[in-house]
């Protein structure tokens, strides 16, 4: 079946730290995979794709993400957390021709002053 | 670009009643459209994909007599819940697929029935 783990239920960091968040994948071929962020009460905001192509994908607010096919992995990373970075993150594979979007659980991401 | 609106952000209802949630897209047109819902702390679960001009397709376990949904023009979807109870208190998330198959969310409807 396919799904998408996100092994860590809460993170931690002080403000400044760097940030990796993990996402792994279980899918028939590679899919479509999103990282959606989301402040209390809000709805979600796209942080970043990746469809093909270059396996180090760039996204919005400093945040990058790196896919590995043999890892069956996309983790997330900041290089420098900013307090306002705190919020829930959701990895997502399929989407379009491939499906449904499948979530993970989520990442509740503190940051520390 | 590629704003979804949602509305009303927050409904209270009495149970028995029904509420209507709309889902916009603002600056482009979304032939598919989607609404999941939210249980506090936890992930997105679908509930139905809605395509304009045909009927809506349910996931396994959601009634759709009591989840009407009706997707009227590329630019608008409606959630109905009908016969509302207390267990149908959650947080409802639309989005609506651009045309690289993202998807873009709206700020969710936080339901509460009484």
């Known amino acids: 079946a396919q799904s998408v783990t996100q092994p860590d239920i809460h993170i931690t960091v002080s403000e400044g730290a760097s940030l990796e968040l993990r996402c792994n994948y279980s899918y028939g071929a590679t899919p479509y995979l999103f990282w959606y962020v989301q402040s209390p009460g809000q709805g979600l905001q796209l942080l970043l794709k990746?469809?093909?192509?270059?396996?180090l994908v760039q996204g919005i607010k400093g945040f990058e993400a790196e896919f590995k096919r043999s890892q069956s992995s996309f983790n997330l990373r900041k290089p420098s957390v900013h307090w306002s970075d705190a919020a829930e993150y959701f990895c997502a594979a399929g989407g379009g021709s491939q499906g449904n979007l499948i979530f993970g659980k989520g990442t509740k991401l503190s940051v520390k002053p | 670009g590629a704003v979804v609106s949602q509305h009303p952000s927050r409904v209270i209802c009495k149970s028995g009643t029904s509420v209507k949630i709309e889902c916009r897209s603002l600056?482009?047109?979304?032939?598919?459209m989607f609404w999941y819902r939210q249980f506090p702390k936890q992930s997105l679960m679908l509930m139905a994909t809605s395509n304009e001009g045909s009927k809506a397709t349910y996931e396994q376990g959601v009634e759709k007599d009591k989840f009407l949904i009706n997707h009227a023009s590329l630019t608008l979807s409606t959630l109905t819940v009908t016969s509302a109870h207390p267990e149908d208190s959650s947080f409802y998330i639309c989005?609506?697929?651009?045309?690289?198959?993202?998807?873009?969310f709206g700020p969710g409807t936080r339901l509460t029935v009484t």
């Open positions: 990746y469809f093909s192509g270059d396996t």
């Open positions: 989005s609506a697929e651009g045309s690289s198959y993202e998807q873009y």
């Open positions: 600056d482009f047109q979304a032939t598919t």
